[in-house]
């Protein structure tokens, strides 16, 4: 009994001291650092690399016919002790990002280089290791974003972006301007892509910037199902815009091969500028005046044929208002059966004057700017993915 207990006791202080020794080692000690039991490991397969081709279609006002533009790159993902360590993706055969990931406890910082900009994120976790907050400099100053998640860890806020979820899939994201929506297939989100950042409206690239800026990283308890669609729309005063994504999926094993993103956007927006002229400015607004009166001779005569205009007068107490619109409309074409409308714009000319006899003294001209860009946007991305 007695040497069974000093074996033991020789055997625990052999242990003990190995273990010291061992974290006095400074390659044991770097590994202990990048490496972090807090941090969830993305799904059972690694992604080792994206394949993808993104299709971008334009219309072209010099043939007057849709043209289109495909552009290519490759995104290659390295792991240390089961996370991502670096992100590097290639435009054509030329690297145009790259991203150093580093881990240590709660803090994850990114060493980003984009093109010949080059920045430092930091990144800190709760302690289920999902982001709660977000930092890097920008021209001088500090940009600071905050993440909440509810019991669930489900993801909730993005600063002023709330996210609401019902059956464990992300349903509905709000920002006091816009509404986006998500639809999802019924197949499980087996890969644990999250559709929480498709908000970047660069054509067909919502997956593509996913994988780029967010995928390494862990954001709250992934959605449930995998995203079939997002709409986004924004409708105000000045600006409509409507977005429409659509995924198709490719499986191999349950794991996502192959992804095809479609991209629609309708855009109108309209833009205000304000002139106003008083008496003391009656040269001006007698040279606006011949301008317009001109405009409107060669509108009458056919000239002109890329404009139109409407004449409105009001006469009270001697002044007499007289509302000029010139309105000009460039050519309308169509794609695939919608139309589109590059350019459309709208003087407005509010002329104040008193009359006697026949001549005009001009005390007062408001000229109102309004120009309208109304625009579609189609787009088609592939993304092929290849697993260690």
């Given at each position: 009994m007695r040497k069974r207990f000093l074996c033991g006791i020789l055997v625990s202080g052999l242990f003990v001291a190995?273990?010291?020794?061992?974290?006095?080692?400074?390659?044991?000690?770097?590994?202990?650092?990048?490496?972090?039991?807090?941090?969830?490991?993305?799904?059972?397969?690694?992604?080792?690399?994206?394949?993808?081709?993104?299709?971008?279609?334009?219309?072209?006002?010099?043939?007057?016919?849709?043209?289109?533009?495909?552009?290519?790159?490759?995104?290659?993902?390295?792991?240390?002790?089961?996370?991502?360590?670096?992100?590097?993706?290639?435009?054509?055969?030329?690297?145009?990002?790259?991203?150093?990931?580093?881990?240590?406890?709660?803090?994850?910082?990114?060493?980003?280089?984009?093109?010949?900009?080059?920045?430092?994120?930091?990144?800190?976790?709760?302690?289920?290791?999902?982001?709660?907050?977000?930092?890097?400099?920008?021209?001088?100053?500090?940009?600071v974003s905050e993440f909440g998640y509810n019991n669930e860890q489900q993801l909730t806020s993005n600063g002023n972006?709330?996210?609401?979820?019902?059956?464990?899939?992300?349903?509905?994201?709000?920002?006091?301007?816009?509404?986006?929506?998500?639809?999802?297939?019924?197949?499980?989100?087996?890969?644990?892509?999250?559709?929480?950042?498709?908000?970047?409206?660069?054509?067909?690239?919502?997956?593509?910037?996913?994988?780029?800026?967010?995928?390494?990283?862990?954001?709250?308890?992934?959605?449930?199902?995998?995203?079939?669609?997002?709409?986004?729309?924004?409708?105000?005063?000045?600006?409509?815009?409507?977005?429409?994504?659509?995924?198709?999926?490719?499986?191999?094993?349950?794991?996502?091969?192959?992804?095809?993103?479609?991209?629609?956007?309708?855009?109108?927006s309209k833009q205000v500028k304000e002139t106003n002229y008083a008496d003391s400015d009656v040269e001006k607004i007698?040279?606006?005046?011949?301008?317009?009166?001109?405009?409107?001779?060669?509108?009458?005569?056919?000239?002109?044929?890329?404009?139109?205009?409407?004449?409105?007068?009001?006469?009270?107490?001697?002044?007499?208002?007289?509302?000029?619109?010139?309105?000009?409309?460039?050519?309308?074409?169509?794609?695939?059966?919608?139309?589109?409308?590059?350019?459309?714009?709208?003087?407005?000319?509010?002329?104040?004057?008193?009359?006697?006899?026949?001549?005009?003294?001009?005390?007062?001209?408001?000229?109102?700017?309004?120009?309208?860009?109304?625009?579609?946007?189609?787009?088609?991305?592939?993304?092929?993915?290849?697993?260690?």
């Amino acid at each position: 009994m007695r040497k069974r207990f000093l074996c033991g006791i020789l055997v625990s202080g052999l242990f003990v001291a190995s273990c010291e020794k061992e974290n006095n080692n400074p390659e044991i000690k770097q590994q202990q650092q990048t490496e972090n039991p807090t941090l969830n490991p993305k799904a059972e397969r690694k992604i080792k690399e994206i394949q993808t081709a993104s299709t971008k279609y334009f219309y072209d006002d010099e043939i007057e016919s849709e043209v289109s533009v495909t552009e290519n790159y490759k995104t290659y993902f390295t792991y240390t002790n089961n996370q991502i360590t670096n992100v590097a993706i290639t435009k054509g055969n030329e690297q145009f990002y790259s991203s150093q990931i580093s881990y240590e406890g709660k803090n994850i910082l990114a060493k980003i280089t984009e093109g010949e900009e080059e920045r430092e994120v930091t990144f800190s976790l709760n302690d289920q290791a999902n982001i709660i907050k977000k930092e890097y400099e920008q021209q001088d100053s500090l940009i600071v974003s905050e993440f909440g998640y509810n019991n669930e860890q489900q993801l909730t806020s993005n600063g002023n972006h709330k996210y609401h979820w019902d059956n464990e899939n992300m349903i509905r994201m709000t920002n006091g301007k816009e509404i986006t929506k998500y639809d999802y297939y019924e197949t499980d989100n087996k890969n644990q892509f999250s559709p929480s950042f498709f908000l970047n409206d660069n054509w067909a690239l919502g997956y593509f910037n996913y994988f780029k800026d967010s995928y390494p990283l862990n954001w709250g308890k992934p959605t449930k199902n995998l995203i079939k669609s997002i709409v986004k729309e924004e409708n105000n005063a000045v600006k409509y815009s409507k977005s429409e994504r659509d995924f198709e999926y490719v499986y191999n094993d349950g794991y996502i091969s192959e992804i095809k993103e479609k991209r629609f956007l309708h855009y109108y927006s309209k833009q205000v500028k304000e002139t106003n002229y008083a008496d003391s400015d009656v040269e001006k607004i007698n040279e606006i005046w011949n301008e317009v009166q001109e405009t409107i001779e060669q509108i009458d005569n056919r000239i002109e044929k890329e404009r139109t205009y409407q004449v409105l007068s009001n006469s009270s107490l001697g002044n007499v208002h007289q509302f000029v619109l010139v309105i000009r409309k460039h050519e309308r074409a169509n794609i695939n059966g919608t139309d589109y409308v590059p350019y459309d714009e709208i003087e407005k000319y509010d002329f104040t004057y008193t009359l006697n006899g026949e001549e005009k003294t001009f005390t007062n001209l408001t000229k109102i700017h309004t120009a309208s860009t109304a625009n579609i946007q189609k787009a088609e991305t592939t993304y092929k993915i290849t697993y260690e």
